[in-house]
């Protein structure tokens, strides 16, 4: 992947196009009304949850209350990337909303590891996002793994969507270990929030629920709510080219190479947060959600004029280009002799 770095005015040029278009203005009243809607959703389910009371048929609204938790998983991704106000002050308490109050989620946290695969995605030692013990995105990525970690690498292809089922509970395990570890800010505001989260999630599902019925349904939810984001967040990168020390990659490119487009309309767009465009974010990760669609054919547009490799695939397709690629890379480099 490695190639000299072209001029500057490359990437001057298309920001350009893309301000005259008015995509990189804010769009306060499309997110006042998403966050309006998802909350209205979310009492409504409230209210039918209370309403059915301790029966096994709450469990059945569990996949709801998944999906709305990821839909507040995705506002706070908007606000993380400042999308929503142009003040970081206002941004930062809908993230600390969406995020800790609503899922249970460290938003300074998350905004850290999200930067740095941001800043460098796809990269072996860089990008947070590819550095999972279990799992292998590169050959050399699958060397030396032993015991249970090199068991799921040998067979991620097949673990892969399983595991996702556990990515909630990993993604509450690791805001209390950043809580933990000091070394995130507003600490006390953050475990405040997470508290408060827990306290109301745990004493509603088991003040309605018995406790047979309440473990299964916080098990169905939590499970459901990791596999939803995951299968969001996963097609986007797994299975584009990985990036090492080696490569010498200038700012499109880096982003543009390593991310694959899902071709998208309303119900894509928004059962993905946007991140369906996936090309368009990463190039301007402060573009307001609902302005990545408009971007989508200006950007490929210029990739093409300017010979750049601009992938976009089906959503099925790209779980198959990603599955393929975790198996192809599972068992470690090819011994010279036999390449």
């Known amino acids: 992947m490695t190639r000299p770095v072209p001029r500057r005015t490359e990437f001057a040029e298309l920001t350009h196009t893309l301000r005259a278009a008015g995509l990189l203005e804010r769009r306060r009243g499309w ?81 850290a590891d999200h930067n740095a695969h941001h800043a460098n995605p796809n990269h072996e030692d860089r990008d947070p996002d590819v550095q999972i013990p279990v799992l292998a995105f590169s050959p050399d990525q699958a060397v030396g793994r032993r015991g249970v970690a090199g068991f799921i690498t040998r067979h991620q292809a097949f673990l892969f969507f399983p595991l996702l089922l556990l990515e909630g509970l990993s993604l509450h395990l690791t805001s209390v270990r950043a809580l933990v570890s000091g070394r995130i800010r507003a600490r006390g505001l953050e475990a405040g929030l997470l508290v408060v989260h827990a306290v109301l999630y745990l004493g509603a599902v ?30 986007n990168h797994k299975g584009m080219p990985m990036v090492s020390a080696a490569d010498q990659l200038d700012p499109i490119r880096k982003q543009v190479l ?82």
């Open 31 to 111: 997110y006042a009304a998403l966050i309006a809607v998802t909350l209205a959703v979310l009492a409504a389910s409230a209210v039918a949850f209370v309403a059915i009371g301790d029966s096994w048929w709450a469990v059945a609204l569990a996949p709801v209350f998944a999906l709305v938790a990821g839909q507040c998983g995705f506002i706070g991704h908007d606000a993380g990337h400042r999308q929503i106000f142009d003040s970081s002050r206002a941004n930062d308490a809908v993230g600390y909303v969406a995020g800790n109050l609503a899922i249970g989620l460290g938003f300074n946290r998350w905004v």
């Open 206 to 235: 088991f003040l309605v629920l018995s406790p047979g019925p309440a473990v299964v349904f916080i098990a169905v939810q939590q499970g459901l709510f990791g596999l939803y984001l995951g299968a969001v967040f996963a097609p």
């Open 258 to 339: 390593t991310s694959r487009n899902i071709r998208g309309n309303p119900v894509v767009d928004h059962a993905m947060g946007g991140l369906n465009y996936q090309i368009e974010h990463h190039l301007f990760a402060r573009m307001p959600r609902p302005n990545l669609r408009r971007a989508q054919p200006l950007v490929a547009a210029f990739c093409a004029r300017q010979g750049i490799s601009y992938l976009e695939t089906g959503l099925v397709d790209s779980y198959a280009q990603t599955l393929r690629h975790l198996h192809e890379v599972r068992g470690g480099p090819v011994p010279a002799h036999t390449a």
